[in-house]
């Protein structure tokens, strides 16, 4: 399953740290970790980082990402436990995958649908399992207690109260054979990519270990665990010798073991591996580089061609409130979006390496990523046309208003880079720094008193703006007496909330994700966000690790479907 290399720029990643593609199997790589690794448990991981290696070493799930060294083609879904993508009725409220035949587990036993439904059956467990996603929960179509939990309290419920539960997950999680079902709801549109989630995985009911198993291992993939996890210190994975080629279309496998190490600093391991001794040289860090190291590696040719530089699909955005007085008005909220100077903000950060520009909320690896600036306000911001979006508005200036914003030492700089930008277009900023749980902090009530703006961050959850625009925008589901969820600025548009609702329904993807774009410039119009950088990460292998690139789509992290090694 070779895949041809692609030439380096700004847009694309290396295939290989040094030299040729490599397509034969053998050797050991190192993957070298800060860490901790909270849980492999596949209904419980949640660390993006995490999840993305274990899909790619010991996870099937029934579809994923493909493995593509070209950004274009990562945004691709394939089936992975499933022959095919799925197929949904016409309403969008039955899914239905065909399992392949060939896939085993470690003991050599076959992976089936009823494996598939248990995994997904321990997401409703939620006293045992915890800190997973909890998409089961919320789009399959089983019935609700009046406080709004689940009639299905999960695979290790008793009583009879269990077994009316069951078989409500039953019919909404039905098995034929090889045939799995999935009955909604209300239509999804984009469910054939909500299952490529390990929370959709499969779990071997007689390998689970419950609430205890948070660092098991039962592989249905390539690598099986070699013995325990040991935490703080890591584990070796060897191969499943009941893998084969033949049953997994994503995944080459080349290593013969990996040995992932964690507890070690990041600047530690990105200076193990560029030493290149013994160990470095068949060895890649998991975590980016500081910021400090990135501009020096990048600067030395022989360290550059062993270093990828993906963008990670985490944005960092500002959210003005529209319940305070300041940014109640729409032309107010886009003079500060004009205003605002988002190459500073990068600059401060760490430079290039470290982030890049972004009006949208919306990452570049994704299909409704448009490239657009409605406000027309480019990535330096133009503050004299903010000067007269204020003026034009009749407010008196400077326009004073308080931003929050989450304190450290790279936030501090990031956040003040800002203030120049805003002060020369007739905004008077206050910063609050905010130290300790911040985003409980700003989803209180109280904060829409305290604060006239927010800074936040967020990235998608798969390949869709379906998993950005409607958890932060739609009104609908996010703004009660309780606070305002996500929505931190309390953008209501009810308009914006149906068309939400309808772009979610329409069964084409290239159609739908357009949808999305279209839903993304008119918040952008309005004022209801304004984006300033999307992350990027940093990572650096040994002269001997080939085929070296990053997966953008899940989340930047390196790509070990198709990593190798000459020894």
Not at 123 to 134: E, L, Q, V
Not at 177 to 206: C, H, I, K, N, Y
Not at 427 to 441: G, M, N, S
């Amino acid at each position: 399953m070779g895949r041809e290399s692609v030439p380096t720029d700004t847009d694309t990643t290396p295939t290989s740290a040094v030299g040729d593609r490599v397509e034969e199997r053998g050797g050991s790589l190192h993957a070298l970790s800060l860490g901790p690794v909270a849980t492999w448990d596949p209904q419980r991981i949640s660390s993006r980082g995490d999840a993305a290696f274990a899909q790619r070493v010991f996870a099937r799930t029934l579809t994923t990402y493909a493995p593509s060294t070209e950004q274009d083609g990562q945004a691709e879904l394939v089936g992975d436990l499933a022959t095919d993508t799925g197929t949904p009725n016409d309403d969008l409220t039955q899914w239905t995958f065909t399992l392949r035949e060939d896939v085993m587990w470690q003991d050599g036993s076959p992976v089936t649908c009823e494996d598939v439904a248990y995994g997904v059956s321990r997401t409703f467990a939620t006293d045992d399992i915890t800190g997973g996603p909890t998409d089961a929960l919320a789009v399959l179509d089983i019935p609700r207690n009046p406080d709004g939990t689940s009639r299905y309290a999960g695979p290790y419920a008793t009583g009879e109260r269990a077994e009316s539960g069951q078989e409500s997950f039953d019919e909404a999680v039905a098995c034929d054979g090889r045939e799995l079902t999935f009955t909604l709801s209300q239509g999804v549109g984009d469910f054939d990519e909500m299952v490529s989630q390990p929370a959709f995985g499969p779990v071997e009911a007689d390998a689970d270990e419950g609430a205890e198993g948070t660092h098991a291992v039962f592989s249905a993939g390539p690598y099986m665990l070699q013995g325990a996890w040991e935490e703080g210190r890591g584990g070796v994975f060897v191969r499943n010798p009941h893998w084969t080629p033949e049953s997994d279309p994503v995944r080459d496998a080349y290593p013969d073991e990996i040995r992932y190490q964690e507890g070690l600093e990041t600047q530690t391991v990105a200076q193990q591996v560029m030493a290149d001794n013994e160990s470095g040289r068949v060895s890649v860090s998991l975590g980016s580089a500081p910021p400090a190291i990135q501009q020096y590696i990048t600067a030395v040719e022989g360290l550059r061609e062993r270093s990828v530089n993906p963008r990670t699909g985490i944005v960092d955005y500002l959210v003005p409130n529209t319940r305070s007085q300041v940014f109640r008005d729409p032309e107010v909220r886009r003079a500060l979006a004009v205003a605002t100077n988002r190459d500073a903000y990068v600059t401060a950060i760490g430079g290039s390496t470290a982030a890049e520009p972004a009006v949208s909320l919306v990452p570049e690896a994704l299909p409704a990523h448009h490239g657009d600036d409605p406000l027309g306000a480019g990535t330096r911001g133009d503050v004299v046309e903010a000067a007269s979006i204020l003026e034009e508005a009749g407010v008196d200036t400077p326009v004073t208003f308080t931003l929050a914003y989450r304190s450290d030492a790279t936030s501090d700089k990031a956040v003040s880079a800002l203030v120049a930008g805003w002060r020369e277009a007739g905004f008077d900023p206050r910063l609050e720094p905010v130290t300790e749980d911040y985003f409980a902090t700003i989803s209180d009530p109280d904060a829409a008193e305290d604060y006239d703006a927010f800074w936040s961050n967020w990235a998608p959850a798969w390949a869709s703006a379906s998993t950005i625009l409607p958890p932060l925008f739609d009104s609908s589901i996010n703004i009660t007496d309780d606070g305002p969820g996500r929505d931190y600025g309390y953008f209501e548009d009810e308009e914006l909330d149906e068309q939400m609702a309808r772009t979610a329904l329409i069964p084409d993807r290239a159609e739908r994700e357009a949808g999305w774009a279209d839903v993304d410039r008119s918040l952008l119009e309005a004022g209801a966000y304004i984006g300033l950088a999307e992350r990027r990460a940093l990572y650096v292998a040994g002269a001997d690790v080939r085929n070296l690139s990053a997966n953008a789509v899940l989340g930047g992290v390196l790509e070990f479907a198709d990593i190798a090694v000459t020894r």
